[in-house]
């Protein structure tokens, strides 16, 4: 779909200030390791332990999000003292395609939810400018049920999102940004906004920014309220006014996106971490996970346990201990676990068997048909009704399914319909593997990938508790014969 009506005065977005002076003393919270800032010209993920069998347990030293909780200050002092915009001229001046290598060598991933390497999406935005200006998206239209990690960095660390946006907008040449933020969240929007006037009072953002000869402008833009503007080109629209679609693909955002532009979207988590991986060194943010899972990673654990959580961890790091370490445990002992959503409502359920040795990353969810996803953990004790609960996300997929693919806008009610069915158990036996054929028939026929997350909670369902689901329906089945009986009588 081809994009219309650039706009050459979103060039111009935000006001200009005054460089004020940047802190050039480096704060208590703030350590540097050999490989960090100046002292690298290229880097390689390579020298990170290939050997390491053991993940989890991340000390206080190595967490980014230090205010996670909200103990300190939001705010620009509290972000000064933890170390934000230490040395951020230094970092922009170091150029696009040193932040780009350096991303690369981390091996950070994508924490938005499709785990595309970061540095590697960065780099397809144009070298050489044709004439179009260059936008970043950050992408903070946080919609999917489960998931509540962006919320806590805007509204407890928003600094840390914003001088991201100036490292990523400098790799990408970009000379302004967007942050499209969910309209439902207005504590994290107010404190975002009240950050970034504080940004551009210091002389962070604007003309010069960070004293640093590049200028840069942020802009924070709401949403309304609608799940499917989450999917980058639905989001390229509504930014435009228009109503928020998927656009098709190619053209890809890279080459024509905002506004006819040259666009990268990315997550907000993965903009906020990049900063402290540049002034740190790639190696060091290597030296965390398991080849191709490097890093750390925020995960929201909600559902069955006793403490549920918003934690920074180290990423591979095992289901079990990350549940039974941060959030004391699944409620009525690990042994009372019934399921788990690993990353977010979009991805498959794992039952207990899967859930007693499984890591938390890319691959090893992938492998065990499931996903990463946005890291959102949903826990189900025994107590939960586990056939209502994905037919519960059937009926929010159906909702907010944007209508302009069919497979997706007839999809997602027929298995909304057939999983009311499934729910009383008012079906036949056979229509278990209808209801597998109906997920093939929508997953990977959509533009967005909306039609494949609707499908996947489904097809996780019978992959793992299709014995629940063959119970229910010859329970009904068993009670309408004795009924008939006693009405025959």
């Not at 400098?170 to 967007?178: E, F, I, S």
């Not at 833009?221 to 509504?238: D, K, M, Q, R, V």
């Not at 399921?339 to 068997?353: D, H, M, R």
Request: hydrophobic share 35%; proline share 4%.
């Amino acid at each position: 779909m081809a994009l219309r009506g650039f706009a050459n005065s979103a060039v111009a977005l935000v006001r200009s200030r005054c460089t004020s002076s940047v802190a050039t003393t480096a704060p208590a919270a703030v350590s540097f390791r050999v490989g960090g800032l100046g002292l690298r010209a290229s880097s390689s993920s390579s020298s990170a332990s290939e050997e390491k069998t053991v993940f989890g347990g991340l000390s206080d030293e190595d967490r980014i999000f230090t205010n996670l909780y909200g103990k300190h200050d939001p705010f620009i002092k509290g972000a000064l003292a933890r170390g934000d915009w230490y040395k951020t001229k230094e970092l922009v001046q170091m150029g696009p395609d040193w932040i780009v290598e350096e991303m690369k060598a981390s091996g950070l991933r994508g924490r938005g939810g499709a785990g595309f390497p970061s540095g590697l999406k960065w780099s397809f935005m144009p070298k050489v400018s044709d004439g179009r200006p260059s936008y970043l998206v950050v992408n903070a239209d946080e919609s999917e049920p489960g998931t509540c990690k962006d919320r806590e960095i805007m509204r407890q660390d928003p600094h840390k999102l914003i001088e991201g946006c100036l490292i990523a907008g400098t790799a990408m040449r970009a000379r302004a940004g967007y942050i499209y933020i969910r309209g439902e969240y207005y504590a994290e929007r107010k404190a975002l906004e009240q950050a970034l006037k504080e940004a551009y009072d210091r002389g962070f953002l604007g003309k010069n920014a960070c004293g640093s000869g590049k200028d840069f402008d942020l802009v924070v833009h709401y949403g309304a309220g609608a799940y499917i503007c989450g999917e980058e080109t639905a989001l390229i629209e509504s930014l435009e006014g228009k109503t928020g679609k998927p656009r098709l693909k190619p053209p890809f955002p890279a080459g024509v996106g905002l506004f006819g532009c040259p666009t990268t979207v990315t997550n907000v988590e993965t903009v906020a971490v990049a900063p402290t991986i540049l002034r740190r060194g790639a190696d060091w943010f290597a030296s965390f996970g398991r080849p191709n899972n490097r890093g750390t990673k925020l995960f929201c654990i909600s559902g069955h346990v006793n403490k549920p959580c918003t934690v920074e961890e180290e990423m591979s790091i095992s289901l079990r201990e990350l549940i039974e370490k941060h959030c004391g445990g699944v409620r009525g002992g690990w042994d009372n676990l019934l399921a788990v959503i690993p990353g977010g409502s979009s991805t498959p359920l794992l039952p207990k068997s899967i859930c007693d040795d499984v890591l938390m990353d890319f691959d090893a969810l992938k492998s065990s048909g499931s996903g990463l996803g946005t890291a959102a953990v949903i826990v189900m004790d025994k107590s939960t009704d586990v056939v209502d609960a994905i037919a519960r996300l059937s009926y929010f997929y159906k909702h907010e399914s944007c209508g302009q693919c069919t497979p997706c806008r007839e999809g997602t009610g027929w298995l909304y319909k057939m999983m009311q069915r499934m729910q009383t158990g008012d079906a036949r036996v056979e229509e278990i593997d209808q209801l597998w054929e109906l997920t093939k028939q929508i997953e990977g026929h959509t533009i967005c990938a909306l039609g494949d997350a609707a499908a996947w909670p489904v097809q996780g369902l019978i992959r793992h508790m299709r014995p629940e689901l063959e119970k229910r329906i010859n329970a009904y089945s068993a009670d309408a014969a004795n009924k008939a009986k006693e009405i025959a009588k």
